[in-house]
């Protein structure tokens, strides 16, 4: 079984400063990691995964996330943010049969 | 990635009776799911949809009042039945295995707003 913890429901941050989303799991079988994003009133959108490689991971708009098999961490992070940010986060973990276990989610409110 | 389409987008719903849902892909994929997004909420699997077979359902869901089907590699449905107020949710699909490839990234719908009054 697995499972996902997100430590933070809620994340206020003003533009620009840098912020770091906590993700931590559980899981029995090979690890496979997301993070999705669902801005208002939208559907969920994939941000970036981890599958195997590299443990440091990118997205288009400037996220990244490192995953951290000590830790059994793989949190969201980003230098600089911006206004259009502001969404709400869910990490995600595999299971074996491919069905996704969520998180509870983080609200992540940029402030101007 | 898949372009995912659902209908209807949106509905209220009168307490008592069924909504079936639609879910469309352009494009084949291995696999189809049903998630529900209850409000505020994150969100929950309620079943594998499985083609030309039965639907492999969560713990907490049943067949009788989510049946499910998925007649080819890119259309399923979603049936919420006997609706209550409980029943008010986002209900998302989503596909992996775009091509028959590997499952392992999950793409998602724009989603259903239900809700029953």
């Known amino acids: 079984a697995q499972s996902v913890t997100q430590l933070d429901s809620q994340v206020p941050v003003f533009e620009e400063a840098p912020v770091e989303l906590r993700c931590n799991y559980s899981s029995s079988v090979s690890v496979y990691l997301f993070w999705y994003v669902q801005y208002p009133n939208q559907g969920l959108q994939l941000l970036l995964k981890y599958l195997s490689g590299s443990t440091l991971v990118e997205s288009i708009n400037g996220f990244e996330a490192e995953f951290n098999k000590s830790q059994t961490s793989f949190h969201l992070r980003k230098p600089s943010v911006h206004i259009s940010d502001t969404a709400e986060y869910f990490c995600?973990?595999?299971?074996?049969?491919?069905?996704?276990?969520f998180g509870s989610g983080t609200q992540l409110t940029v402030l101007p | 990635s898949a372009v995912i389409s659902q209908k209807p987008s949106r509905d209220i719903c009168q307490r008592g009776t069924s909504l079936t849902i639609q879910c469309q892909v352009d494009?084949?994929?291995?696999?189809m799911f049903w998630y529900r997004q209850q409000p505020g909420q994150s969100l929950t699997l309620i079943a594998t949809?499985?083609?030309?077979?039965?639907?492999?359902?969560e713990s907490g869901f049943v067949i009788d009042k989510f049946p499910i089907s998925r007649p080819n590699l890119t259309f399923s449905t979603l049936t919420v039945s006997n609706m209550s107020p409980e029943d008010s949710s986002i209900y998302l699909c989503?596909?992996?295995?775009?091509?028959?490839?590997?499952?392992?990234?999950?793409?998602f719908g724009p989603g259903t707003r239900l809700t029953v009054t």
């Open positions: 989503s596909v992996a295995g775009e091509g028959g490839g590997e499952a392992y990234e999950q793409y």
């Open positions: 995600a973990v595999i299971g074996s049969a491919r069905q996704l276990t």
């Open positions: 949809a499985n083609q030309g077979s039965e639907a492999t359902y």
């Open positions: 494009s084949q994929v291995t696999m």
